[in-house]
């Protein structure tokens, strides 16, 4: 919560949900502490991971994190679908997870449901930056 809402108290599902933090999506983090009695390891969100998800948000365009795939299987997807022009561009997230970059002005369950009946096995996830603009408010942002 204190890197990804400015500390601000959320259920963690919906963080979950609206980072599209899922099974199978590579997240970055640090280990903070190990309490080796409690058997309790603590981790926070890697910097890095925090700038990527601030990124994402800032630029503004909707992303469909694709999971469960190979790349070559999405691309398919993309072109027996017609969204060439919806999807910019295809980022590897790990070798079985990716970002579908939407074309600003596209929204991404959209996309998801014309590309659904191609994809297979893949879980597909819509990263919106207005939903995460509601519960990440910058420093910024409230001063003005």
């Known amino acids: 919560m204190a890197q990804l809402c400015d500390g601000r108290s959320f259920p963690v599902e919906r963080i979950a949900q609206t980072y599209c933090i899922q099974e199978g999506v590579p997240v970055h983090v640090r ?9 309790e ?22 992303r469909i994190i694709a999971v469960g795939g ?12 017609k969204v060439e022009r919806d999807v910019i561009e295809v980022d590897e997230l790990s070798l079985t997870a990716h970002s579908l970059v939407c074309k600003l002005g596209t929204e991404a369950p959209g996309v998801i449901a014309k590309i659904g009946r191609y994809v297979g096995r893949f879980r597909l996830y819509a990263f919106l930056p207005d939903r995460v603009d509601k519960i990440r408010i910058t420093t910024l942002e409230r001063s003005s």
């Open 70 to 81: 190979f790349q070559d299987k999405i691309r398919e997807a993309i072109r027996l679908s």
């Open 41 to 62: 390891i603590e981790v926070w969100v890697s910097d890095d991971q925090v700038s990527r998800f601030e990124e994402w948000r800032r630029q503004r365009f909707h």
């Open 31 to 39: 280990v903070t502490s190990i309490d080796t009695q409690l058997k």
